[in-house]
C-alpha cells in the first residue's frame, strides 16, 4: 500500500473530442533522455517528461495527447538478461497498479506514484491527455520454463490458458509464451481493478490495449461477446475514457479488426499498409486510398461508430520509422544481437533509390518529399492520427525495426536538430494546426456522398481530367492521381451551444505518380477559384520553416494546376 496525500489542485481532463484527438505515441525514457535543457537527473524519468521544455514540444507540435508505452511496472527476458541486454519498450508486465519504477527519478518505494501523478497533473494542464499502453495479455513470467514473479506463486492454471490436448502447456496467442486467462472471474476482476485504478486514482485519459483479442478469446476463439467487453462497456468509470484496441493477437482468427463495439476505436493497419504502399508505386489505383482517406467506413463503419473508430498510423514504436521507411528497402538489425532473424520482413518501405545513408542530393530531396507525403496523407485524412516519437524531427533507428532492447541513441529522441529536422517538425506542426483549425478535415460522421442545401456533396471524387471519377477509373490498377474535394457546408456536426458548424471547403490532390501532371480543377457547381494552401512538392527555401505555401498563390476555376511528381497539394475552395 502506498500512502496517499498527492495534491491534486484543480486537475481536470482535458475530455478532447475523438474528432478533434491527435496523438503522439511516446517512449517515456527514451523522449528527454538526451534533451539538454532537461537537468541531467531528471532525463528519461516521469518528472523529464513533465519538465517544461518536453511540454513545450508537445504543445507546440499541437497533439491532444500522448500514448506512453507501457508505463506498468515491468521487468526484462532472461534471454535479454543474460546477453547484458533489457526490454526498453517495456511489453513484459509484472505489477498491473505500480508505475514503472524505472521511470522515477525520487525514489522505487513510492515515489515514482507521486511523480506519476504530477505528470498526469502537468500534461493535463497543459491540455494534453494521457493514454497508456497497457499490456493484459501476458504477464513478465512467460513460458513454464520462465520466473515465478506474479501470477503462476498464486494461481497458475487459474490465470494462464492452458493448452486444451496438454494441459501441462500454456496456450500461447501473444508470442511470449504465455497468455493470461480473462475467462477466469478472479482474472477478470484483477484487469478491471487495474483499469480503474489507473483512471480514479492517476488520473489516466483512457488506454491502448496490447493484442486486445487476446483478452476477448473464449472457449472457441474471439468472442464479440466476452466478459472483459461487456464489463468495460457496463463500468461507470471505464466508459468515460477512449478505449483503443489493437484489433489482432497471432492465434487462430486472432485478426479482429472492425469487431469491436461502439465506444472502441481500433489501430487501423489497413491504412498503414494502404498509405505505404500507395506512396512507395505498389497501390493498386486509387480506390482503397480513397477509403482510407475518407474514414474506413468500409471496415469500421458497423452500426454506431463514427470515422474516430480508426486510428490511422504510417509508423509506430514497432517498425521502421518514418525516415527509415524513405530509407532501406530491408531491416537492419543486427544490433539486436538475434542475427537478423527478429522483426518484419515485409516493411512496405522504399529506400528511394539508396539504402541507408547517402550524399546523393536526389535521393535526399525525394526522401523529403517521401516523408511530407506520408504525414500530409496521415494529418488530412478523416479519423483518429497517430503520430510516433521522433517522425517529427525525422528520427532514424539506423534501419532497426525492432529496437525493443535498444536502449541508447538508436532508441532516444534527437534535439540537436538539424535544418531539414527543424522544417520537418515545422511542417508537422503546420499540418496538425490546420487539422485542428477546420472541422471538414477531421469529420464527426462517415461522409454519405449525398448533395447538401446547395446541391454539393459533402465530398466528392475527381481524377485529373476535373470530372467525377467513373466506374473504370475507380477499377484501374494504374489511376495515380485523385482528388477529393471536401464541402464545408455539409459538416454534420454542432458547436457547444447547438449552432451548426460550417467550415471552408478544401480540396485535397493526391498525385501518386512518378512524373508530372496536370490536374484540371473543377469549375462550379463546386468552386470559383482556388488558393493553394499546402503543397509537398515544394521545398522550403534556405533558412525557412516549412515546407507549404502561405495561401496567396490562387487559381481560377477551370484553371490546370500543375503537380509535382508524387505529391500531395491542399487547395482552399471559394465557392461561386
Avoid at 273 to 296: F, I, N
Avoid at 301 to 316: K, Q
Avoid at 330 to 359: I, L, M, P, Y
Amino acid at each position: 500500500m502506498v500512502a496517499g496525500g498527492f495534491d491534486w489542485q484543480d486537475d481536470r481532463p482535458p475530455a478532447t473530442p475523438w474528432p478533434e484527438t491527435v496523438v503522439y505515441e511516446l517512449h517515456v525514457g527514451g523522449f528527454t533522455a538526451r534533451h539538454p535543457d532537461v537537468p541531467p537527473a531528471l532525463r528519461g524519468t516521469y518528472a523529464g517528461l513533465a519538465h517544461p521544455a518536453a511540454v513545450e514540444h508537445l504543445v507546440g507540435l499541437g497533439v491532444t495527447a500522448v500514448e506512453l508505452l507501457p508505463v506498468q511496472h515491468f521487468v526484462s527476458e532472461q534471454h535479454l538478461l543474460r546477453r547484458g541486454a533489457r526490454n526498453w519498450w517495456g511489453y513484459n508486465t509484472l505489477g498491473f497498479f505500480a508505475p514503472h519504477a524505472g521511470y522515477s527519478s525520487s525514489g522505487s518505494r513510492g515515489q515514482q506514484v507521486q511523480e506519476f501523478k504530477s505528470l498526469v497533473r502537468t500534461l493535463h494542464a497543459a491540455g494534453i491527455e494521457v493514454l497508456l499502453d497497457v499490456v493484459y495479455n501476458h504477464t513478465g513470467e512467460g513460458d513454464r520454463s520462465g520466473p515465478t514473479l506474479c501470477l503462476r506463486g498464486l494461481d497458475a492454471a487459474g490465470s494462464y490458458r492452458l493448452h486444451p490436448s496438454d494441459r501441462s502447456r500454456y496456450e500461447d496467442v501473444t508470442g511470449t509464451g504465455s497468455t493470461v486467462d480473462l475467462r477466469s472471474p478472479a482474472v477478470l476482476r484483477l484487469v478491471l481493478d487495474s483499469l480503474r485504478y489507473w483512471v480514479s486514482e492517476m488520473h489516466v485519459d483512457g488506454f491502448r490495449f496490447d493484442l486486445a483479442p487476446a483478452l476477448l478469446r473464449g472457449d472457441r476463439g474471439v468472442d464479440p461477446r466476452s466478459a472483459f467487453l461487456q464489463a468495460v462497456q457496463q463500468d461507470p468509470v471505464l466508459a468515460e475514457v477512449k478505449l483503443i484496441a489493437e484489433p489482432w493477437d497471432i492465434g487462430e482468427g486472432g485478426y479482429s479488426l472492425g469487431r469491436f463495439p461502439s465506444p472502441w476505436a481500433e489501430w487501423n493497419d489497413r491504412y498503414r499498409d494502404t498509405v505505404r504502399d500507395a506512396w512507395r508505386g505498389h497501390g493498386d489505383g486509387v480506390r482503397e486510398l480513397a477509403s482510407r482517406l475518407s474514414g474506413s467506413s468500409d471496415l469500421l463503419g458497423a452500426p454506431g461508430r463514427r470515422p474516430w473508430a480508426s486510428i490511422n498510423l504510417v509508423t509506430a514504436h514497432d517498425g521502421f520509422t518514418l525516415h527509415d521507411l524513405t530509407a532501406y528497402d530491408v531491416k537492419h538489425n543486427e544490433a539486436n544481437g538475434e542475427q537478423g532473424r527478429d522483426g518484419e520482413d515485409h516493411n512496405r518501405s522504399w529506400n528511394c533509390g539508396a539504402e541507408g545513408e547517402t550524399s546523393d542530393p536526389e535521393v535526399l530531396a525525394l526522401r523529403r518529399r517521401q516523408a511530407r507525403n506520408l504525414l500530409a496523407t496521415l494529418l488530412l485524412s478523416a479519423g483518429v492520427p497517430m503520430l510516433s516519437m521522433g517522425d517529427e524531427v525525422r528520427r532514424t533507428q539506423s534501419g532497426n525495426n525492432n529496437a525493443y532492447c535498444q536502449d541508447g541513441e538508436l532508441s532516444w529522441q534527437p534535439w540537436e536538430l538539424s535544418l531539414d529536422a527543424q522544417q520537418m517538425h515545422a511542417f508537422t506542426s503546420r499540418l496538425v494546426h490546420l487539422r485542428r483549425a477546420h472541422p471538414v478535415l477531421r469529420q464527426p460522421h462517415f461522409f454519405t456522398g449525398e448533395p447538401g442545401p446547395d446541391g454539393v456533396r459533402d465530398v466528392t471524387w475527381f481524377g485529373a481530367s476535373g470530372r467525377e471519377l467513373t466506374d473504370a477509373q475507380w477499377h484501374d490498377a494504374h489511376q495515380a492521381t485523385l482528388g477529393m474535394l471536401l464541402d464545408g457546408q455539409s459538416i454534420r456536426a454542432r458547436g457547444a451551444r447547438g449552432e451548426p458548424i460550417v467550415d471552408e471547403s478544401f480540396l485535397l490532390v493526391v498525385h501518386l505518380g512518378a512524373t508530372r501532371t496536370a490536374f484540371h480543377l473543377p469549375g462550379p457547381p463546386w468552386a470559383a477559384s482556388y488558393a493553394v494552401v499546402l503543397d509537398t512538392a515544394e521545398e522550403p527555401a534556405t533558412g525557412a520553416s516549412a515546407a507549404g505555401c502561405d495561401g496567396t498563390r490562387t487559381l481560377e476555376a477551370d484553371a490546370l494546376l500543375e503537380v509535382g511528381a508524387r505529391s500531395v497539394v491542399l487547395l482552399r475552395v471559394a465557392r461561386p
